[in-house]
């Protein structure tokens, strides 16, 4: 899988957050993880790396002191 398509599966996959209920994050992210869970272990690892590349991308000093 190239990087735009990571970059497609990753956000397309989010999309489906069920945010009628924000507060309960178990039920925004229970379409994620349905998705997923139907998904190949090699999907699911993609995803996952994806996630903690940008996650671990947005942790800077900058964005701490906001």
């Known amino acids: 899988m190239v990087l735009t398509e990571k970059f ?3 956000w397309t996959t989010m999309e ?5 209920d924000e507060w309960n994050a178990d039920k925004v ?4 993880i349905r998705y ?5 272990d090699q999907i699911i690892f993609v995803f996952d790396d994806l996630m903690a590349e940008l996650l671990y991308g947005s942790d800077t000093k900058k964005l701490a002191y906001c």
């Open 36 to 40: 997923l869970s139907k998904q190949d």
């Open 8 to 10: 497609d599966f990753f």
């Open 29 to 32: 992210l229970r379409p994620v």
């Open 16 to 20: 489906l957050c069920d945010w009628r």
